[in-house]
């Protein structure tokens, strides 16, 4: 079955950097538009980064463009998103999503069938 399973998560200070992995399994990784998103307590998910077939084309939130970027690795069937300057306010569970069916990466949650358990990022101020 379709899983996605986050890693990198932890504890940092306002300015530092973090890298998260989603390693993925049940399906074909190559043809998926991947994504990450993030939940803060007492909000709703939020949309941080999405990436197309191949890698061609990204698709960033505007508070995520030019500290965040997002990759794939298509050998090793991994998506990960490179954090950079992370700020309290990026406080939140980060979840990995992906969906077979959509051709370009789109910020839509619901677009996106499949998602991971999530991994918590907490930046102290």
């Known amino acids: 079955q379709v899983q996605l399973v986050e890693s990198g998560g932890g504890l940092v200070q306002a300015g530092d950097s973090l890298i998260l992995s989603c390693a993925a399994s049940?399906?074909?990784?190559?043809?998926?538009?991947m994504a990450w998103f993030r939940q803060a307590p007492g909000k709703g998910r939020e949309f941080v980064a999405a990436i197309g077939w191949t890698g061609g084309r990204t698709r960033y939130a505007s508070n995520a463009k030019g500290r965040f970027t997002i990759s794939r690795d298509d050998a090793k069937d991994t998506v990960s998103l490179q954090m950079n300057s992370l700020k309290p306010e990026d406080t939140a569970v980060y979840y990995c999503?992906?969906?077979?069916?959509?051709?370009?990466?789109?910020?839509?949650?619901?677009?996106?069938?499949?998602w991971g358990q999530g991994t918590q990022v907490t930046v102290s101020s």
């Open positions: 049940g399906f074909t990784f190559t043809s998926a538009v």
């Open positions: 999503a992906a969906d077979m069916y959509i051709e370009v990466p789109t910020s839509a949650a619901d677009r996106y069938d499949y």
